[in-house]
């Protein structure tokens, strides 16, 4: 089996920045993909991990340390519009060539002013 | 918006009863995945489709079925419909190799389902 843990809930204010952690217990790992979704509407892709270190793509960066299974989100100069829940996904090997994306339950993050 | 198309948006339907959502997924994409969302919970994995053929398989229910169809559109069936069964159900699709390399989806707006 597989399982992700991520905070349930994470509060910040504008300006500041945030870090999102997420740990996960699975065989087969390729990579740790984070989304956002606003609202119950479509997630939206983030960043993806493959290797150890930080990606960074603009305000976020993504961390990724495959021997501790653990990985973070790092939200910088927080604005109003990046309250939303955040999801780190694992890809996974599901046979053969054949792989699975299988997300956590999510983090609450809300900026306040 | 990303190019994927979910049909309909919202559907209320009674206990027992059988539906059915759409996908489109963009053009040019040949994966299809569903994912199950419940109130206040994450995305659980339902199906993986891949140019009209199951490729994985989650914690998809016996009650629900799916397809992917010759011009790559899915269907996902819901039947014997229970009230937990309520939860936004989302369709995404991954150009060939993309999803492999970077783990990147692109999710519709999703069909949201209440029974009751």
């Known amino acids: 089996g597989q399982s992700l843990e991520q905070p349930s809930e994470v509060t910040a204010v504008e300006g500041a920045i945030v870090q999102i952690n997420c740990t996960y217990q699975?065989?087969?790992?390729?990579?740790l993909s984070w989304y956002q979704q606003h609202d119950g509407g479509a997630p939206t892709f983030l960043s993806y991990?493959?290797?150890?270190g930080l990606e960074e793509t603009g305000r976020f960066s993504s961390f990724l340390s495959r021997s501790d299974s653990y990985g973070y989100l790092l939200l910088q100069e927080l604005q109003m519009k990046d309250s939303a829940s955040y999801f780190c996904?694992?890809?996974?090997?599901?046979?053969?060539?054949?792989?699975?994306?299988?997300f956590g339950t999510g983090t609450l993050l809300a900026v306040q002013p | 918006d990303s190019g994927v198309t979910q049909t309909p948006k919202h559907l209320i339907t009674a206990t027992g009863q059988r539906v059915t959502l759409r996908c489109s997924p963009r053009?040019?994409?040949?994966?299809v995945y569903w994912y199950q969302q419940s109130l206040d919970q994450g995305l659980q994995f339902l199906i993986q489709?891949?140019?009209?053929?199951?490729?994985a398989k989650g914690n998809i229910l016996e009650r629900f079925s799916a397809q992917q169809f010759p011009d790559l559109h899915s269907e996902l069936n819901l039947s014997s419909l229970e009230l937990g069964d309520s939860a936004l159900y989302f369709c995404?699709?991954?150009?060939?190799?993309?999803?492999?390399?970077?783990?990147?989806?692109?999710f519709g707006e999703g069909s949201r389902l209440t029974v009751l």
């Open positions: 995404a699709s991954s150009p060939p190799g993309l999803a492999e390399d970077t783990g990147e989806l692109f």
């Open positions: 699975t065989s087969g790992f390729y990579g």
């Open positions: 991990n493959a290797l150890d």
């Open positions: 996904a694992v890809r996974m090997n599901y046979g053969g060539a054949t792989n699975k994306l299988i």
């Open positions: 053009s040019g994409d040949l994966s």
């Open positions: 489709y891949y140019n009209g053929e199951e490729r």
